[in-house]
């Protein structure tokens, strides 16, 4: 039915396929009904200020203030002189969202330490971000992706690894590129205001160090998921609808002059955005289309709970039932893989386009993610 890809509250468990050495990312795998994915809430949120630090409160949301349909941004501005890039070389794993954890235990813990033989109640926790990396991967097909996880206390801890492509990548990419990299963030600047009485300030600094963070619980299937995502505004007014509901997503994209290039756009950038948004519960994504001069000609709103319809003339489209169930069906073979519960344990799940997910273990290795202060604060 068109409503398939919505949040579902009733329970239906799928039966996992044997255990095996390998998973499969073959679209056909993953064409059945829609899995449970109960209505994402908000657990709480925290912040990160122009020096990275950390604080459990949302100092830095900020507002959206709805633009003119064809505004005339120039998102090259402020490019040289006004830029605080954030330094992508430190891998900050999970580090954020665990300090959340400890400043907030007893909220994710209703029944108390005590009454649970677990740490946590979730199974899994990590970024939204590598959510995402997992629901689009049947239809990858540039870059492939590196996770670790770590069972420890019954939780599943998932933190990224750069991959060799990824580095190289990184430390390589061009003066125009880094230049595109900031118009997103100049996007943004222009679109959001520090609080409700205030204006955009597009004469200000942009720095990447500042975001702010929500703290989604919600269930894949039999899957308790805990993850947190960058959001980068609400709407202003205070009758909105609770977080997530009132949350905007921000995305700046090329300007589309040809049927070739919507064509492209909803096979392949409608994808991240999708996935992306629908994981928290992010209702909208307000899409900046720029020209090559990186000048905003034109504001859309896409509407989440649309996109599927959008796509659907699309020969040969990307399924948003496929995502959520190869997404699950990768936390169901994580659960299998993963079954030492140790912080010194990790297990490196590996992926490359057209190829399957393969793991490997590593004891006391380069690959431990799990600081010694959330150890010792989660054991006591
Ligand atoms: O170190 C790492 N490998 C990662 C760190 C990978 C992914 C995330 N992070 C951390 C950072 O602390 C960041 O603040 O997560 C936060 C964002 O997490 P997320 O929401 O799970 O990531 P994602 O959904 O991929 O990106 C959301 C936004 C991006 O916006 P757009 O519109 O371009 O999708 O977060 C920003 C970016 O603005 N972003 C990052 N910010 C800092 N470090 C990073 C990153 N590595 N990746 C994306
Ligand atoms: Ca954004």
């Not at 459990?56 to 006004?82: H, I, T, V």
């Not at 991240?272 to 948004?277: E, G, R």
Request: charged share 30%.
């Amino acid at each position: 039915t068109n409503t398939q890809h919505q949040y579902r509250s009733e329970s239906s468990l799928g039966q996992n396929p044997l255990s095996c050495r390998t998973l499969s990312t073959r679209r056909e795998l993953y064409e059945r009904d829609f899995p449970v994915y109960k209505q994402p809430v908000e657990v709480g949120c925290f912040s990160l200020d122009s020096e990275r630090r950390f604080f459990n409160d949302s100092r830095q949301m900020r507002y959206y203030m709805e633009p003119d349909r064809n505004p005339n941004f120039n998102l090259r501005d402020g490019y040289r002189d006004r830029f605080i890039k954030r330094d992508d070389s430190v891998k900050e794993r999970l580090d954020h969202i665990l300090r959340w954890i400890v400043a907030n235990k007893s909220k994710i813990n209703p029944t108390g330490a005590a009454a649970s033989p677990r740490a946590l109640d979730v199974d899994f926790v990590t970024w939204r971000g590598h959510l995402t990396k997992l629901l689009t991967t049947p239809y990858e097909t540039r870059e492939g992706w590196l996770l670790a996880v770590t069972r420890f206390r019954g939780t599943f801890y998932i933190s990224e690894v750069e991959t060799e492509a990824a580095r190289r990548e990184r430390e390589n990419r061009t003066e125009r590129h880094e230049e595109m990299m900031y118009w997103g963030y100049k996007f943004e600047q222009y679109t959001c205001a520090d609080n409700t009485h205030s204006l955009p300030d597009p004469g200000g600094v942009v720095n990447t160090n500042e975001a702010f963070c929500t703290v989604v619980q919600t269930r894949l299937a039999d899957h308790r998921l805990l993850f947190s995502g960058e959001v980068d505004c609400r709407d202003k007014d205070p009758k909105a609808p609770a977080a997530p509901a009132c949350y905007v997503e921000l995305k700046t994209s090329a300007e589309i002059c040809t049927p070739k290039q919507r064509s492209n756009f909803h096979r392949f950038k409608l994808l991240k955005w999708w996935a992306q948004s629908f994981l928290p519960g992010v209702p909208r994504v307000v899409a900046g289309f720029r020209d090559q001069e990186g000048v905003v000609v034109s504001v859309e709103t896409f509407h989440i709970s649309k996109i599927s319809h959008l796509i659907k003339n699309e020969y040969n489209c990307w399924k948003p039932t496929v995502c959520m169930n190869f997404c699950c069906d990768f936390l169901s073979f994580v659960k299998r893989v993963v079954t030492e519960d140790s912080p010194r344990v990790v297990y490196l799940f590996s992926w490359d386009p057209y190829k399957d997910v393969t793991y490997s273990a590593h004891r006391d290795a380069q690959y431990c993610f799990l600081p010694h202060w959330y150890v010792e604060e989660m054991t006591r």
